[in-house]
């Protein structure tokens, strides 16, 4: 008989003290993935240089291509995006039909430490000939930032393709 209770005290305290273990073991994985014990992302900004520059500016181009509205008003600097709303721009600029098409930047100046002006050339989908441009690039909170033509702002803020 005593093996007998021997056996069935093992047969209970065992699984018992494997489970107090397991919860022990849950709560100290638990622990270990606390906000506080993960490792720091931090946030690195853009080089401040012509190179960064230009590859802002082929971003805004490629996103105008394809028809990505939002994500080329994305790239706007913060003042233009305070003169139309991203919704307003939107749904204004799916309108115009002169904005894709192929974008090639021929060239970068910088100005100086935070701005660069682009040179560019755009071929419209419909085949109207092509046209130069430039604009100005400005480094702000650690990204470029794409400033769109005084022009075109003005049209945009009329409810017009510019």
């Not at 018992?16 to 931090?42: G, H, M, N, Q």
């Not at 003169?83 to 115009?96: F, W």
């Amino acid at each position: 008989m005593t093996r007998t209770f021997r056996g069935l005290a093992l047969a209970i305290a065992v699984p018992l003290i494997l489970s107090a273990a397991a919860a022990c073991s849950d709560s100290k994985d638990d622990e270990a993935d606390s906000p506080s014990d993960r490792p720091t992302v931090e946030v690195t900004a853009q080089p401040q240089d012509a190179q960064s520059a230009q590859v802002a500016a082929e971003q805004l181009f490629d996103n105008l291509s394809e028809g990505d509205w939002a994500g080329a008003y994305d790239l706007w600097t913060d003042d233009a995006k305070a003169s139309i709303g991203k919704d307003a721009y939107i749904e204004l600029v799916a309108t115009c039909t002169g904005q894709q098409g192929q974008y090639q930047v021929t060239g970068v100046t910088p100005v100086d430490d935070s701005t660069a002006t682009i040179k560019w050339t755009h071929t419209p989908v419909a085949g109207s000939g092509q046209t130069t441009g430039q604009n100005t690039v400005k480094y702000q909170s650690g990204v470029w930032r794409f400033v769109p033509d005084p022009a075109a702002l003005a049209a945009y803020k009329q409810n017009k393709c510019p």
